[in-house]
Every structure is written in C-alpha cells, then in structure tokens.
C-alpha cells in the first residue's frame, strides 16, 4: 500500500494487499476485489464485439503483473465537484509516482473508485467528473476514463455498436497518454496540441495521414519544436 506524502489520508491499495486490514480493505473489499477481478476477466481478455484482436487494454495484463496496477476508494456519495476534487489530488501524485525499475511508465494505472454511488446518479457524477478534468489531465500527458455500470454510451473504436466502458463499480481511470489515444483528443483543439506536442512528429503509421490533416484543419504542425 502507497501512501501520498502531500497527504497521508490518500492511499493506494495494490493488489496484494487485498487480504489485509486496512480499514478501506476491510469496508470496501468487495468491491475492489470486484474490480480486480474485472480487470482480469474483460480488460485482459479478447471481447467479441470489441473489432480488433487482442485484450480490451492492452496493457491491463501487464500493469497487474508487474505492480502498477493501483486502487483508490473516494468514500462517500460526492457530486461532480467534489468527485474533480478527489481525482485533482490523484492527477498530481500520480505524476510523482515512479514506477519499478525495467517497468515502463505506460503500464502504470490508477483507478479511483466511488463504491457507495448508487448506480441512478453514478453517469451524472462520472462524467461531469471526467468532462472537467480531462483537459488538464492531457495537458498533463495523462488520459483519464469514465468507467460505470450501464454502460457509458461511448462507442467502441473498432464497433460503434460496441460499449467498452462498462465496470461493476463507478470509477475514473488514470493512465499515461499514448500515441493510440489520438482518436480520444481530436476533436478538442487544445487536447488535440497537447497530443501533438507529444507524439505528432512520431504518431502510429495507421494514423499519420489522420494526424497531419487534423493539425492542418486546426493550423497546427506536426514537426518537433526546436
């Protein structure tokens, strides 16, 4: 278990830790071992429907193996202010997190749970969270992702029939961007430059043509400041 040293009553329960007595092990263990179960059995697994090949995340597998797979619990029935609130403290130390040596920062992942949402008001506070906090979460370099029963009616990628964001448990998810994540951010020019500033001299071949006509609409440039 990680404890933020800016403020100690924020923690992180890794996934080893779900036997113990910490006293949100002990009140929310079932649905973090939900979570966690979840985890391994959708977001490490082929999905029919999802339209591509391969796990729903693809690096959900290894950020559990290699322990970078992190849990918070935000307690309480808090609206979507007070839910940006809670996920601001999380955006500022996950920037301070140092993942273990030979492990790759973009397997590391926080996900913050709101286990005591009732499921009726759980969309309206997830995704006021989520929109307020997505733009300085990608300014940051980091994406951050609504995840609640219903599911979320965003479409799939791949299937637009297809909803991906389904979980047993209302959370946010936090990650580091990747070049993928180009089809998340282009429709916001500032999320747009924030991406380019990161990966739009190098984005994905599939995507490069997709890139460069987007920065154009939006007078931007793909190659590297100097």
Same mark, same amino acid.
């Given at each position: 278990? =990680?404890?933020?040293?800016?403020?100690?009553?924020?923690?992180?329960?890794? @996934?080893?830790?779900?036997?113990?007595?910490?006293?949100?092990?002990?009140?929310?263990?079932?649905?973090?071992?939900?979570?966690?179960?979840?985890?391994?059995?959708? =977001?490490?697994?082929?999905?029919?429907? =999802?339209?591509?090949?391969?796990?729903?995340?693809?690096?959900?597998?290894?950020?559990?193996?290699?322990?970078?797979?992190?849990?918070?619990?935000?307690?309480?029935? $808090?609206?979507?202010?007070?839910?940006?609130?809670? /996920?601001?403290?999380?955006?500022?130390?996950?920037?301070?997190?140092?993942?273990?040596?030979?492990?790759?920062?973009?397997?590391?992942?926080?996900?913050?749970?709101? $286990?005591?949402?009732?499921?009726? *008001?759980?969309?309206?506070? #997830?995704?006021?969270?989520?929109?307020? =906090?997505?733009?300085?979460?990608?300014?940051?370099? /980091?994406? #951050?992702?609504?995840?609640?029963?219903?599911? $979320? $009616?965003? *479409?799939? /990628?791949?299937?637009?029939?297809?909803?991906?964001?389904?979980?047993?448990?209302?959370?946010?998810?936090?990650?580091?961007?990747?070049? @993928?994540?180009?089809?998340?951010?282009?429709?916001?020019?500032?999320?747009?430059?924030?991406?380019?500033?990161?990966?739009?001299?190098?984005?994905?071949?599939?995507?490069?043509?997709?890139?460069?006509?987007? *920065?154009?609409?939006?007078?931007?440039?793909?190659?590297?400041? @100097?």
């Amino acid at each position: 278990m =990680l404890t933020d040293p800016a403020d100690p009553s924020r923690v992180l329960i890794e @996934t080893a830790d779900l036997d113990g007595d910490h006293d949100l092990v002990r009140r929310y263990g079932v649905p973090l071992k939900e979570i966690v179960v979840w985890a391994r059995e959708y =977001l490490c697994r082929p999905h029919a429907d =999802l339209g591509r090949k391969g796990p729903v995340c693809p690096y959900a597998q290894t950020s559990l193996e290699r322990g970078t797979f992190y849990l918070g619990v935000r307690p309480g029935t $808090p609206d979507g202010a007070e839910a940006v609130e809670a /996920l601001d403290g999380y955006r500022d130390w996950f920037l301070r997190l140092v993942s273990p040596p030979g492990v790759s920062a973009q397997y590391r992942t926080i996900l913050v749970l709101f $286990p005591d949402l009732p499921e009726a *008001a759980a969309a309206e506070v #997830i995704d006021a969270a989520q929109d307020a =906090l997505k733009s300085r979460y990608v300014s940051e370099g /980091l994406m #951050i992702g609504e995840f609640y029963p219903g599911p $979320p $009616p965003k *479409a799939g /990628l791949w299937n637009p029939g297809f909803r991906p964001l389904g979980s047993p448990v209302p959370l946010l998810a936090i990650r580091h961007m990747v070049a @993928t994540d180009f089809p998340f951010l282009r429709d916001d020019p500032g999320q747009f430059a924030a991406y380019l500033e990161r990966f739009g001299h190098r984005p994905p071949a599939a995507l490069r043509e997709e890139v460069q006509a987007v *920065a154009r609409h939006y007078g931007l440039t793909t190659e590297p400041a @100097t």
